[in-house]
T-cell receptor
Framework: AQKVTQAQTEISVVEKEDVTLDCVYE???????LFWYKQPPSGELVFLIR??????QNEISGRYSWNFQKSTSSFNFTITASQVVDSAVYFC??????????????FGRGTSLIVHP | DAGVTQSPTHLIKTRGQQVTLRCSPK?????VSWYQQALGQGPQFIFQ???????QRGNFPDRFSGHQFPNYSSELNVNALLLGDSALYLC????????????FGSGTRLTVV
């Protein structure tokens, strides 16, 4: 069985602060995929990043960066110099062959990020 | 390029009624998945359709059923609505395989009274 834990329910920061969203996952498979999605108030889940289990390189995209560590089964997401527009719920997700071979993503409960001006 | 389109955006139904939600996938995508997202929770997988057949199903009762049409669009049907079915229903599409991440629609907000 796969499981995704986002222990932080809500984070509140002031604009320009850096913030890290934690994600811990569980899987028995060696091949799996990890994702981060952003859900603004409009409701649509916006895809941010996908990593496969064989690529532990950290990634930076503008103000966003991701730290993937298989040793601790974590895939954390950092926003540098946060902005009010970053306010949203962020979901970490995992897909692996245990999903009947269809790699169905399982989502964490999400972390609500509130950025105050 | 239109993304995933869902209709209606909001819906209010009475307990015991039936409801049909609709989804048009992103152009080029042939696989459609449905998720239920209760307030304050992460999306929960309902089922996935590919080649007009249900390929995978999550832990949802038979009251939840679906269909996929030859143009890849999909419907989610829920019978005998319960108050607990109140949620945001999200449709996601993906190309065959789905490993590259899903594209989600904005969802249908269903309220059962």
């Amino acid at each position: 069985a796969q499981k995704v834990t986002q222990a932080q329910t809500e984070i509140s920061v002031v604009e320009k602060e850096d913030v890290t969203l934690d994600c811990v996952y569980e899987t028995r498979d060696t091949t799996y995929y990890l994702f981060w999605y952003k859900q603004p108030p409009s409701g649509e889940l916006v895809f941010l990043i996908r990593r496969n289990s064989f690529d532990e390189q950290n990634e930076i995209s503008g103000r966003y960066s991701w730290n993937f560590q298989k040793s601790t089964s974590s895939f954390n997401f950092t926003i540098t110099a946060s902005q009010v527009v970053d306010s949203a719920v962020y979901f970490c997700a995992l897909s692996d062959p245990a999903s009947g071979g269809s790699y169905i993503p399982t989502f964490g409960r999400g972390t609500s990020l509130i950025v105050h001006p | 390029d239109a993304g995933v389109t869902q209709s209606p955006t909001h819906l209010i139904k009475t307990r015991g009624q039936q409801v049909t939600l609709r989804c048009s996938p992103k152009s080029g995508h042939d696989t459609v998945s449905w998720y239920q997202q209760a307030l304050g929770q992460g999306p929960q997988f309902i089922f996935q359709y590919y080649e007009e057949e249900e390929r995978q199903r999550g832990n949802f009762p038979d009251r939840f059923s679906g269909h996929q049409f030859p143009n890849y669009s999909s419907e989610l049907n829920v019978n005998a609505l319960l108050l607990g079915d109140s949620a945001l229903y999200l449709c996601a599409s993906s190309p065959t395989g789905g490993n590259y991440g899903y594209t989600f629609g904005s969802g249908t907000r269903l309220t059962v009274v």
